[in-house]
């Protein structure tokens, strides 16, 4: 049995390292290689939603080709890992030019090939919630997609993380984190997960400023429910209040925290945004170590 914490930051790195584009102002000296197609062998038990996903990642990518090797491995890996294939291996691919593909002198398209060990599929045994005080262990457990027998999805579990955040933000814990932490039984292929909670403290509102929102809906908002001086912060209120006075000028928005954590408040500005993919998510700034 392996204990393991399931550090985000991590997986985030990571992720950044393997699927950054080069620049595409690349020295003229430097080969580049772009893969027009890829082919999985040895996946005839894996999903076939997983292959797409572990194709698409890599197809239609320039590489340099010294990295070639290890970053397309990395991606494969990646997508497999996180469908519950944790023993997965992936060899050097191998590749040939691609048919009718026109390159350049700088940039030459390819097709490759990738063998896979993928292994046994991963599934959860159980799931345990703990430190909790700020809400019930039931709510928090009824936000985690997993029964005994499922799949071990770290996709699923990442979002699950997010929605225990906003859970806890509704209830004016702005630095709440949930901690995932896994024992795998690699005799079973098993994995039991764990969340621990580090809810830290309660945060009330000491100023609110809104930006990027059109007159009317700014004045009507400053007096909103959620969005007053002393009140307990609520994401949930203020989304509410949002919803609620802007009408049909409704636009997405973020809400921008800056914690003051000696006196256990928080200076928040909603932002008018246009990214629709970002709408009421909390974007933490930099603590204030306020002793007022």
Known sequence: MVRTAFVLAVLVTVGAKYLAFPQTSAPRSEQYVKVVSVKLEGVDTVPQPVLRSAEDAVEQTVFRSSELSERT???????????????????APTTTPAAGAAGNESVKAI???????????????????????????????DLIPFHPGDVDDIGKMLKALTEIRKLYACNGYVKAIPVPLVDIHHATRTSYLTVEMREGKRYAISSVNLAGFDDGTTEKLLTAPGLQTGETF?????????????????????IEVTPADQTGKVAVVLRATGDSQRDGEIVERATVHSLR
């Open 111 to 141: 097709d490759l090939t990738v063998r896979v060990n993928a292994g046994d599929q991963y599934h959860i045994s159980g799931v345990a919630i703990a430190g909790t005080q700020a809400v019930t262990p039931q709510e928090v457990r």
């Open 234 to 254: 609520s994401s949930c209120r203020i989304k509410a209040s949002v919803d609620e006075w802007s009408g049909v000028t409704r636009r997405p928005f973020v």
């Open 73 to 91: 491995r990395a991606m494969v890996k990646r997508i497999l890992v996180w469908a519950g294939y944790r023993d997965a291996t992936v060899e």
